[in-house]
């Protein structure tokens, strides 16, 4: 598939409510900004090329992703994607599939918990908040966060924007309960 652009957004976050972090919160957000071979065209109800292309989409940006977050380990991540406006919400779907999951968890070596999305059909200029969540345990709820990222000219009519975010930690100050990320089993992607 053909990429238009790739844009990077490194978000540090050293202290909140004048409280200091002793680890920053780093998030990173990578988008790939690629042409949608089926913008503007009649229904067609085999979109199986732009699923079978993700991997490489996914790997181009999840790597990309990865290098930006050193030198911290990845603990959460999280998927997005935008379709312009001639394309259908679909088509971005499948270019976020469980093959392209599967790129995000080897990117971070491995991840057991189900990957949030979001999609949307949106003209350029939006701004895309990704979700977040622990990669291996679903229920850490300290680790359910968001990475904002701005696309300033994307996606145009016949373009998509598929978008991986990872974090290093859970938010700064958590302190509403749920299953602590020390203590997680991370055998079912839930606990």
Known sequence: MKIRKIITAIEDIHQE???????P?????????????????????DLSSLIEASPAIG?????????AMQPY???????AGVVGLDGEQEHVVAM???????VLRDAVGGGKAWISSFTKRAAPGMV??????????????DHYDGMAIYLADAPLPGEMAVICSFANRGRLNARVGGVAADAIKGEDGLY
């Open 59 to 67: 790997r181009q940006i999840a790597e990309r992703a990865r290098e």
């Open 128 to 141: 895309v908040e990704v979700p977040l969540a622990h990669k291996d345990a679903l229920f850490v709820r």
């Open 73 to 79: 380990d990845v603990l959460s991540y999280g998927k």
């Open 17 to 23: 409510a004048g409280i200091e972090a002793s680890q």
């Open 25 to 45: 919160l780093r998030k990173v957000a990578v988008a790939a900004i690629i042409e949608n071979p089926f913008a503007g065209k009649p229904y067609d109800a």
């Open 96 to 102: 976020l599939t469980t093959i392209f999951g599967n």
